[in-house]
C-alpha cells in the first residue's frame, strides 16, 4: 500500500513572489511558489519535511502508519526583508 506527503503552499497576496524549496527525507523536491502542490509517494513511517528560505527554515516531521496520507498547508509570514513558511495546518487521511 502506498503512503503519501502533500505541500500545499496556499495562495496569498503578501510574500507571493518568494519561492521555498521543499525537501523530504534530505532529498530536496523542487521550489514551492505561491498556489503550487506537490504530491510525493513514500514509505509507511517516520519523514521529515523540510521548507528552506531565506529568513527561517521550518522542519516539520510527519508519521505515516495507521493513516495513508498527510497534507502541510503551508502559507507566507512576511518577515522583516523576506517571507519566511508557516504552517497553517496538518491534514492526515486515511
Known sequence: ???TI???RLKKIFGFAIPF???IDG????SLPNGKKYECDV???THTV???STEKDVVQEVT???HKEVELQ???KMGLIAARPFIKEIIYRD
Open 50 to 52: 523540510t521548507l528552506k
Open 1 to 3: 500500500m502506498g503512503y
Open 43 to 45: 514509505k509507511k513511517g
Open 64 to 66: 505515516l502508519d495507521e
Open 74 to 76: 503551508i502559507v507566507a
Open 27 to 30: 532529498e530536496k523536491i523542487g
Open 21 to 23: 524549496t521543499l525537501i
Open 6 to 8: 502533500k505541500v500545499t
